[in-house]
């Protein structure tokens, strides 16, 4: 299965500030997705990032606060914008390949806002 | 809508005791059925998945997990729990949607293994 690698692992921003987190992935991809996992809580996605469109986004996220971008096969980002303590969480990429219908996770982004 | 239930938000257990952590799901179409296990302060891994075939899955740790269509279920098992063991649990499902298929989590379940 592929391999992602996912930076940066943590960091500490200011409230308003934004974060771009990178996802990179050893092989080429169809689909990739990002999720948010709240301190104690599951993961919850936030959007699913095609390559060369836009990304579509889960109801309660929107592109204004969570701008996605997929420039090829291996490659996306997830920018954490205006940020506020809410904001303070685990952030994670996945990736999809086929044909072993596999869903493979990048170590997380561990944000805390302050 | 498709989703996932987790019974149990926590299970403790004593060490080389059996274990079952319950995964229920809503669904009307054929699915693929994910667990997934996530140790202290690190990411996600595949513990095991179901997509075809025969109904029981296995990993290579000792836990297995069973595919029960009738009762909408995918329970994960393990006869003897060590205390490396001690994780969270999560259960997923894949969704289709709009061309694509997305995971989608359920609560996920505390597995506390104690001496």
């Known amino acids: 299965s592929a391999v992602i690698s996912q930076k940066p692992s943590r960091d500490i921003c200011q409230r308003g500030t934004s974060l771009t987190i990178q996802c990179q992935v050893d092989s080429q991809v169809t689909m990739m997705f990002w999720y948010r996992q709240q301190p104690g809580q599951s993961l919850t996605l936030i959007a699913t990032?095609?390559?060369?469109?836009?990304?579509?986004?889960e109801s309660g996220f929107v592109i204004d606060k969570f701008p996605i971008s997929r420039p090829n096969l291996t490659f996306s980002t997830l920018t954490v914008s205006n940020m506020s303590p809410e904001d303070s969480s685990i952030y994670l990429c996945s990736a999809y390949s086929e044909p072993l219908y596999g869903y493979t996770f990048g170590s997380g982004t561990r944000l805390t806002v302050v | 809508a498709q989703s996932v239930t987790q019974l149990d938000s926590q299970v403790p257990v004593f060490e080389e005791a059996p274990v079952e952590l319950r995964c229920n799901y809503s669904?009307?179409?054929?699915?693929?059925l994910f667990w997934y296990v996530q140790y202290p302060n690190q990411g996600l891994q595949l513990l095991l998945k179901?997509?075809?075939?025969?109904?029981l899955v296995e990993s290579i740790n000792g836990f297995e997990a069973e595919f029960n269509k009738s009762q909408t279920s995918f329970h994960l098992r393990k006869p003897s729990v060590h205390i490396s063991d001690t994780a969270e649990y999560f259960c997923a499902v894949s969704v289709a949607s709009g061309g694509y298929n997305k995971l989608i989590f359920g609560a996920g379940t505390r597995l506390a293994v104690h001496p």
């Open positions: 669904s009307s179409v054929s699915v693929y």
């Open positions: 179901y997509l075809s075939g025969s109904t």
């Open positions: 990032a095609n390559q060369g469109s836009e990304a579509t986004y």
